[in-house]
């Protein structure tokens, strides 16, 4: 029942109408505001408000000598839609702008990375080789929920490369319904589990969305609503993931949800030591000079890419530290943290 819309524009045509001599546009006010409770009278039925503006018309109409015939004033024009600056309407399925617009100033952003044996780069910008093998969280917070899955590299091996990746983006009501992408070596859709390619029906669904680089090999996930873009790769027989976050986002979890190798890194009892995989020089200086074509600072990644080859014998290792490096200096917010030397 919309009797108050009307009972406020006759009090909004009124307002100024005071003294002798205007009775001519109270009358005409009386008759818009007569023709307004007409049009809401299906829906105003049982309404007491209704029925005391109708029995008020009636009554000020005869005060005022008013005949029910006659002009009526034109509908008071719709207040202006809100400045698009202002938080109303502004898109809160895009977190960058609406982070600027209640802070002032751009929000932080993290970077952490798992590739070849694997080879974790935490948001915390330590790094770290692991075996863990079988299904260990990369990331557990409110918003996104990421299980890698390794198996050993080779027969034997106490390396173990990522083979599995299931990436889950919890329900956000405004923007997405919860989507769940799952990759596993042969098979990097370019879409979530359902078939969808975007976060859904919901107004925001749009600000999830999966862009395929490269069939096959390099599948890019961005989810604006959280301020994040998650990178996922194929080289040879093993997965990499690299996600840039905002900060807000990264550390959005309860000391229940502790075990985060993107956070905290593998457990020590899970940590291996490069330097045990290069005892024999023919294969590690074969490895150094192939890692050396694609990664000619010898930081973590060229390490990393020595360690994977001579380890696996595979030299696909060398395009995965090579994916990892290039992720890294698309996401790193400091590009004086892109090199990490140990």
């Keep these: 029942c919309k009797i108050l819309r009307c009972n406020s524009e006759y009090v909004a045509a009124t307002l100024h109408l005071r003294g002798g001599g205007r009775a001519a ?12 409770t007409r049009r809401t009278a299906r829906t105003c039925r ?17 005060q005022h000598n008013c005949s029910k015939e006659g002009p009526t004033s034109p509908p008071r024009p719709r207040p202006p839609a809100p400045n698009h600056q202002g938080f109303e309407s502004l898109d809160i399925c895009n977190y960058e702008k609406s982070f600027l617009y209640k802070h002032g100033q751009l929000p932080s952003y993290q970077h952490c990375a798992a590739f070849g044996d694997p080879h974790i780069r935490t948001f915390h910008d330590d790094f770290y080789t692991c075996r863990v093998e079988g ?43 919860q989507k769940v992408y799952q990759a596993e070596i042969d098979n990097l859709p370019a879409a979530f589990e359902d078939g969808s390619v975007n976060g859904g029906e919901r107004p925001g669904g749009s600000s999830l969305a999966i862009r395929e680089h490269s069939p096959g090999q390099h599948v890019e996930i961005r989810a604006e609503y959280i301020g994040t873009t998650i ?3 194929q080289a040879g027989r093993q997965l990499s993931f690299a996600i840039r976050a905002a900060e807000e986002v990264a550390q959005a979890f309860t000391e229940e949800q502790d075990l985060q ?50 380890t696996s014998g ?7 530290a090579r994916g990892a490096l290039e992720d890294a200096r698309v996401f790193l917010p400091n590009a004086e943290k892109l090199h990490i030397f140990q």
């Excluded at 546009?25 to 307004?36: E, K």
């Design 231 to 233: 990178a996922v790769r």
């Design 46 to 62: 049982g309404d007491l408000t209704f029925h005391s503006a109708v029995q008020g018309i009636e009554d000020l109409m005869i």
């Design 314 to 320: 595979d030299i696909n290792f060398t395009i995965a």
């Design 25 to 36: 546009a109270f009358c005409t006010a009386l008759r818009s505001y007569a023709h307004c």
């Design 135 to 177: 299904s260990w969280p990369l990331l557990d917070n409110d918003y996104l929920f990421v299980q890698a899955t390794s198996s050993p590299v080779a027969k034997g091996s106490n390396a173990t490369v990522t083979s599995k990746l299931t990436i889950i983006f919890k329900n956000m009501k405004e923007c997405i319904d």
């Design 261 to 310: 190798l993107c956070v905290g890194g593998c457990p020590r009892s899970q940590r291996i030591s490069r330097s045990q995989c290069c005892r024999g020089r023919a294969a590690a200086d074969a490895a150094r000079a192939l890692c050396k074509e694609l990664l000619p600072v010898e930081d973590v990644y060229f390490q990393s890419c020595v360690f994977d080859v001579v």
